[in-house]
C-alpha cells in the first residue's frame, strides 16, 4: 500500500508461546504481558526501516493441553459442575476459558486469538460454542492423511453449525486442515507447537515483497 509516496510492508505478527499446563487468569495474564511488553520495541524496529505491523496475534499450543483449567471444591461440586457441562456445551470449561483468553489479550490490545488446533473428534461439539461466545478466536481441526468417513462427517458438521450460528461469519475463524505444521502465522491455523515458547512468525500482506525475495535469490544463485 502506498503510505505518503512511498511502499510500506504490512504484516501479521503470530507471537506464539506455550500456556501452562491448566488455565488460570494470573498465570496467563502474566504470559499475555510478558509478551506484549517485550515485542513492542520489536515492533517499532520494524516500523523504523518501513514495515508496517498491521496486526499483532497470539497463537498458542493445541487448546486441549490447557484451556481444561483445574477444578475445585467439593466432589459433589466438581460432579455437578461436570454434569452442567455434559448437558450444555456452552457451560463447558473450553469455552469459559476461551473467553477469559479473549478478554484478557484485548486488554493488552492482541485482538486475534488462536488457540491451536485439536486432532479429537470429541472436541468437535465443543468448538462451534467456542466460535459463536467469542468475536476474536480462532482455532481449527487437524485432519490425518487417513481420515475416515466418519470423521470427515464430524468435521464437516461442526462447520455447518458454526456456519448456521454466525451467518458464516464464524467459518472464518475455523477451518478443517491437513498436513499444517505449527509455526506458521496465517489464522486461523496458526499455532505454536513443541519448543515455539515466546517465538514469533511473520506473515506477509505483500506480493512486492515475495518478488524481492526470489529475485534475490536468482540473482544469488546466477
Given amino acids: ?18 500456556m501452562a499446563q491448566s488455565f488460570t487468569c494470573l498465570k496467563t495474564a502474566r504470559s499475555v504481558t510478558f509478551i506484549t511488553s517485550n515485542w ?22 493445541p ?11 467439593s466432589s459433589e461440586q466438581i460432579s455437578a459442575q461436570q454434569q452442567q457441562q455434559r448437558d450444555d456445551l456452552s457451560q463447558q470449561i473450553y469455552v469459559q476459558n476461551a473467553v477469559k483468553l479473549e478478554s484478557l489479550a484485548a486488554k493488552h490490545g492482541i485482538n486475534l486469538v488462536s488457540i491451536g488446533s485439536s486432532s479429537n473428534v470429541t472436541d468437535l461439539s465443543v468448538i462451534p460454542h467456542i466460535i459463536t461466545h467469542t468475536q476474536h478466536v480462532s ?28 451467518e458464516g461469519l464464524g467459518n472464518f475463524r475455523f477451518a478443517a486442515a491437513s498436513n499444517i505444521k505449527a509455526g506458521i502465522p496465517y489464522f486461523p ?13 511473520i506473515g506477509t500482506e505483500c506480493d512486492a515483497l515475495l518478488y524481492e525475495a526470489f529475485a534475490a535469490a536468482a540473482a544469488a544463485a546466477a
Avoid at 487448546?63 to 471444591?73: A, I, Q, W
Avoid at 481449527?140 to 458454526?162: E, K
Fill in 40 to 61: 513492542g520495541r520489536h515492533s517499532t524496529r520494524l516500523l523504523l526501516v518501513g514495515y508496517e505491523v498491521q496486526t499483532t496475534r497470539i497463537a498458542t499450543q
Fill in 189 to 201: 491455523v496458526a499455532a505454536a507447537g513443541p519448543g515455539m515458547h515466546r517465538t514469533f512468525a
Fill in 1 to 18: 500500500k502506498l503510505r505518503g509516496g512511498s511502499l510500506t510492508q504490512e504484516f501479521a505478527l503470530a507471537i506464539r508461546f506455550s
Fill in 139 to 166: 482455532c481449527s481441526f487437524s485432519l490425518p492423511a487417513d481420515a475416515t468417513h466418519f470423521l470427515a462427517q464430524n468435521v464437516a458438521a461442526a462447520i455447518m453449525d458454526v456456519a448456521a450460528a454466525t
Fill in 63 to 73: 487448546f486441549s493441553e490447557y484451556l481444561h483449567g483445574s477444578s475445585s471444591g
